[in-house]
């Protein structure tokens, strides 16, 4: 497809389609990338599944810890079929364009789930805090009950901020171009295409990754320390590595998103480059949600036993 480009008239535009370049400099590269992220979106939606199903059908993990994982799997599938599947079709028919709703809304889908994510990584560190530190009133705090209303929070406690900073962005005047130098529509790139002086923008941006990604990242630090401290006062080392091994995969996949998307955000739109953006992108939309269901099943011997009672069922 031929990549037309929308230039101001009167330093303003009426854009009503976007075209995403994705990768579209990388022509030789077209089938291998089509290939690559098909595969990785099966792994995503097969892993993340596995343990959903996995949580729901064996009674050993009906526990409050393993009810939030199968919500972040849920939530990783969707995630990641906001922008991947979009991002397939223009690698597989070279269609690239993308009209302004439906930029719009992939935005806000994106920027509603990875708060949600986020949130609920939150919620899944303080579970682990009252397991370790407080086992006693664990289940009295954590009861079923409790453990809804968190997973509700946190996944809805974003949106109105989210849906309000989308409307906010779409609301400017777009002078410069309708190429957006990515694969999906993020905040960076959209603001490079709007008209004048948009630092107030930023602001706002960086106020909302504030509220929504560095206090549940200072919520989490908070909770491990005290987890840290309890488990180096265990008397067995065994009781201290099993603990351990049961809080490292969540703080692991806790740095992985955390890392690369607040580089992304926090960083000033004018310091950004297109292919660290994509880059950085590409690690906290696919990589990281490919990688969680190994991280969690993997390190955790409750999973891996979970998982053969169910094969030795079939």
């Given at each position: 497809?031929?990549?037309e ?6 330093n303003v535009?009426?854009v009503?389609?976007?075209?995403l ?7 030789n ?22 343990i959903?199903i996995i ?6 993990l ?6 939030f ?6 939530l990783?599938i969707c ?11 223009s ?5 690239r364009?993308i009209?302004?709703?439906g930029?719009?809304?992939?935005m ?6 990875g708060?949600?994510?986020c ?5 899944m ?7 370790i530190?407080?086992?006693?009133h664990?289940p ?10 968190l ?7 974003g949106m ?8 906010q962005?779409?609301?400017l005047?777009f ?17 490079k295409l709007?008209c004048?002086?948009?630092?107030v923008?930023e602001?706002?941006v960086y ?26 006062r ?15 995969s969540?703080?692991?996949?806790v ?9 992304t955000y926090?960083?000033?739109t004018?310091?950004h480059?297109?292919?660290t953006?994509k880059?950085?992108?590409?690690f906290?939309?696919i990589v990281?949600?490919?990688?969680n269901?190994v991280?969690?099943?993997l390190?955790?011997?409750?999973v891996?036993?979970a998982?053969?009672?169910i094969l030795l069922?079939?």
């Amino acid at each position: 497809m031929k990549l037309e480009e929308v230039e101001a008239e009167d330093n303003v535009s009426t854009v009503v389609q976007f075209v995403l370049l994705g990768f579209s400099d990388l022509p030789n590269l077209q089938g291998f990338l089509s290939g690559l992220f098909s595969i990785i979106y099966m792994v995503v939606l097969i892993g993340n599944s596995l343990i959903v199903i996995i949580t729901r059908f064996d009674p050993a993990l009906h526990k409050p810890m393993y009810f939030f994982l199968a919500i972040f799997s849920i939530l990783e599938i969707c995630y990641v079929s906001v922008p991947l599947p979009r991002m397939l079709v223009s690698l597989w028919t070279q269609d690239r364009s993308i009209s302004l709703v439906g930029c719009a809304t992939q935005m806000c889908l994106f920027l509603v789930l990875g708060t949600a994510e986020c949130f609920l990584l939150a919620v899944m560190s303080y579970d682990r805090y009252v397991a370790i530190c407080n086992p006693l009133h664990y289940p009295l705090v954590m009861n079923p009950k409790k453990c809804h209303q968190l997973a509700a929070g946190a996944c809805l406690g974003g949106m109105p901020v989210q849906v309000g900073q989308t409307w906010q962005i779409f609301s400017l005047h777009f002078c410069h171009s309708n190429q957006i130098n990515h694969f999906f529509c993020d905040i960076p790139p959209i603001l490079k295409l709007a008209c004048g002086d948009t630092s107030v923008h930023e602001m706002s941006v960086y106020v909302v990754v504030i509220f929504v990604a560095a206090v549940p990242f200072m919520l989490i630090l908070a909770s491990y320390s005290k987890i840290i401290g309890t488990i180096l006062r265990l008397p067995t080392a065994q009781g201290r590595a099993k603990a351990f091994s049961t809080c490292s995969s969540h703080l692991l996949v806790v740095v992985l998103f955390f890392g690369s998307g607040s580089i992304t955000y926090f960083r000033p739109t004018s310091s950004h480059s297109a292919g660290t953006d994509k880059l950085l992108s590409l690690f906290y939309t696919i990589v990281t949600p490919m990688f969680n269901p190994v991280i969690y099943s993997l390190r955790n011997q409750d999973v891996i036993a979970a998982l053969r009672r169910i094969l030795l069922k079939t």
